[in-house]
């Protein structure tokens, strides 16, 4: 067996699913640099809902709306990335324990309400046709009326992904 296809076979075991562009080492490595941004911590353990939120930005917002045409229009993301967003956040996809060490993430079951604090939640992540820029969503229902979620657009640098900003945050 190759080395490619033994490491194939690997990723599949190690994650329980076929590899997937969405939760491929590179997803993770853009989830933990968004979780970063999102709750800087040194050695906590973040508890991650085992599943993404599937929640498409066109359905929570309009496709006419100035915030969703102001991102359109917003030279970092465009129509492009913002279109690819909301066709990947149509379903949840299962997370594995796939991330760098470097964030220390326990997965855990999760429904959400809104009078409940929970855990940190992820959305699925899209790219742009080069995969030099990406979107993903990170959020938290910290009790009845307290949450956060932060939009973030991530880019390829020479040096890996880095969080370039937040295109959208909310907070109440």
Known sequence: MTRAVMLSVF????????PD???SSEAYEIYATALEAFAPTDSAVLRIASQTQASPLISRVGDTSALYLGIQRDTGVGPELLRSYDRAN????QLCNC???????????????????GPVELSNIAFNSDRSRALVEVSQICGRLCSSSNLYLVVRRRNGWQVSRPVLSGAS
């Open 11 to 18: 990723i599949m075991v190690a994650c329980g699913h076929a």
């Open 21 to 23: 562009p969405r939760t």
């Open 99 to 117: 991330f760098p060490k470097r964030v220390r993430v326990q997965l855990v079951s999760y429904t959400r309400r809104a009078d409940v604090a």
């Open 90 to 93: 149509v379903k949840s996809i």
